[in-house]
């Protein structure tokens, strides 16, 4: 069965203290690997996909990776409106059937104290 | 604003009323989306659409729900009968296709039965 595993659950951490959250996978043929945030009562935003293993992608403080298993979200000196969840979640190749949805972890919660 | 939108925002009813939800997506992706999200937990997929067509539904979608995409542009998900185990976020999201799988949620419609 296809699914994505985050953790730790939930992460505090000081004001440019640099940190990583991990997203382990189990899928049958990855399509593609995406990350997303999500604020308190609104609708995850849109903030990576990664396709094969070694790539890498950079968006300001924020440093996405990918292996076979695995992908981590590299957070480097954070500042406090970095806090929100952090959602990674899969697309599986599945030949003949679903090569739509997106199968999510449950999060990982990210706050940064000034 | 270009992205996806989601109306109402907001919806409290009464255990077996029945509601309607409209999610518009941006205007040029094909594929449309359903996920529902509840406290603590990541999105689950419900069902997908290209253009009008519904190529998939979760087995998370009951026979009490029924989503619809007359014209290929906007979608309608109506749950019959709600019952209070319905209450969540149910979101929407929207994708370009032909081979680009990033998806752009909404901000999400709350439902709360009573």
């Known amino acids: 069965e296809d699914q994505v595993t985050q953790s730790p659950e939930a992460l505090r951490l000081q004001e440019g203290e640099s940190s990583s959250l991990n997203c382990s996978y189990t899928?049958?043929?990855?399509?593609?690997l995406f990350w997303y945030r999500q604020d308190p009562g609104k609708g995850p935003e849109f903030l990576f996909t990664?396709?094969?293993a070694g790539e890498e992608k950079e968006k300001e403080r924020l440093k996405a990776t990918l292996t076979k298993k695995e992908s981590f979200l590299h957070i480097t000196a954070p500042k406090p409106e970095d806090s929100a969840t952090y959602l990674c979640?899969?697309?599986?190749?599945?030949?003949?059937?679903?090569?739509?949805?997106?199968?999510f972890g449950k999060g990982t919660k990210l706050s940064v104290k000034p | 604003d270009t992205g996806v939108s989601q109306d109402p925002r907001h919806k409290i009813t009464k255990r077996g009323q029945n509601v309607t939800f409209r999610c518009d997506p941006i205007?040029?992706?094909?594929?449309l989306y359903w996920y529902r999200q509840t406290l603590g937990q990541g999105p689950e997929f419900l069902t997908y659409?290209?253009?009008?067509?519904?190529?998939?539904k979760s087995r998370l979608l009951s026979d009490r729900f029924s989503a619809e995409r007359p014209k290929g542009s906007f979608s309608t998900l109506e749950i019959q009968r709600t019952e209070q185990g319905d209450s969540a976020m149910y979101l929407c999201?929207?994708?370009?296709?032909?081979?680009?799988?990033?998806?752009?949620f909404g901000p999400g419609t709350r439902l709360t039965v009573l």
């Open positions: 999201a929207s994708s370009l296709g032909m081979g680009n799988n990033e998806q752009f």
């Open positions: 899928v049958s043929g990855l399509r593609g």
């Open positions: 990664l396709y094969s």
């Open positions: 979640a899969v697309q599986a190749r599945n030949y003949g059937g679903s090569q739509g949805n997106l199968i």
């Open positions: 205007s040029e992706h094909n594929r």
């Open positions: 659409f290209q253009n009008e067509a519904q190529l998939e």
